[in-house]
């Protein structure tokens, strides 16, 4: 069951990655999150309501969970759904394993836990990896400027991921399960992207298509449902160490299809830098001998 739950995580978010390609077009980014996560909400809020597992939350509640719906569930969104405009999904998802790296960053600055040597290897190590897997773009900037637009919106929307993650431990502090945290996140989200989207004067239409449509069932089903519960349950069988593996493999998955759907055209530093970034997550997140693993 263990080896099934992490091969569901991984193919779950691995393939959300072309889906959010799916999704650009006609409709604005931030309608088109907003449209993915009000679908997310109203499906996991009737699996928890059909399961009895719906827990009525406190007012006073709802200014953590509105922080976590401000990161988690819109800043991070938008930001990465911006940059797959500029730059193949599959890079983006590449560029999102950093995320381990500001995660350690942020735990030092917000809950002073100073990172151990091996995650500042690591993150040494998953750096160097990036800057060679866009070595390309940055050596093109002055002809192809969205190159590095993209990069920059990845690497922003990735931050505001590790700031979600850390807004979920406070959202989750008063003993509130995570599928009804992340439901009232879901919802936050929602409501600041279509405010957003009001301001913007955008139209909240969708696109009657068949690549919009499939692609927000995908991203909302099984992008921000199924991988989720699946990869709670992981969490549980086999703790936030080994579970966290997930995120060293789905971009083999995005960028394997990236390859074959986008025409992403590997350079001969990209080849070198993805198992650097690869190498870096291991590093970080390694079971050492003699000792417990303990997340990054």
């Known amino acids: 069951m263990t080896l099934l739950l992490f091969v569901l995580v991984i193919l779950a978010w691995g393939f959300s990655w072309f889906a959010i390609k799916l999704q650009l077009g006609s409709v604005p980014p ?6 993915r996560f009000v679908l997310a909400a109203a499906l996991l809020g009737l699996g928890l309501a059909v399961t009895r597992r719906f827990r009525p939350a406190r007012l006073a509640q709802h200014r953590r969970f509105a922080v976590l719906g ?22 983006v998802s590449v560029v999102f394993t950093a995320a381990t790296i500001f995660n350690a960053v942020n735990q030092w600055i917000f809950f002073g836990v100073r990172p151990q040597a091996r995650v500042i290897v690591g993150a040494a190590c998953g750096m160097s990896g990036i800057g060679l897997l866009f070595a390309s773009e940055w050596a093109g900037v002055a002809g192809r400027p969205e190159s590095a637009l993209g990069i920059v919106l990845a690497l922003g929307g990735t931050y505001a991921f590790s700031l979600g993650n850390l807004a979920s431990v406070r959202a989750a502090a ?28 955008q139209n909240f239409a969708p696109e009657l298509s068949w690549r919009y449509l499939g692609g927000l069932v995908y991203l909302a089903v099984p992008g921000s449902i199924l991988g989720f519960l699946a990869y709670l349950a992981l969490v549980a069988r086999s703790g936030p160490a080994r579970a966290a593996y997930v995120t060293v493999l789905f971009p083999l998955v995005a960028l394997t299809v990236s390859t074959l759907a986008e025409g992403y055209v590997w350079t001969a530093s ?24 303990t997340s990054a």
């Open 30 to 35: 931030e309608v088109a999150i907003f449209h």
């Open 70 to 91: 401000a990161t988690l569930f819109g800043l991070n969104f938008l930001l990465i759904y911006f940059a797959t405009q500029h730059v193949a999904s599959g890079v």
């Open 174 to 201: 008063d003993g509130t399960d995570l599928p009804n945290v992340t439901l009232r996140g879901m919802c936050w989200g929602a409501f600041f992207l279509g405010t957003f989207a009001l301001l913007r004067g």
């Open 270 to 293: 990209a080849i070198i830098g993805l198992p650097l970034i690869l190498a870096g997550n291991l590093v970080i997140f390694a079971r050492l001998p003699g000792r417990q693993a």
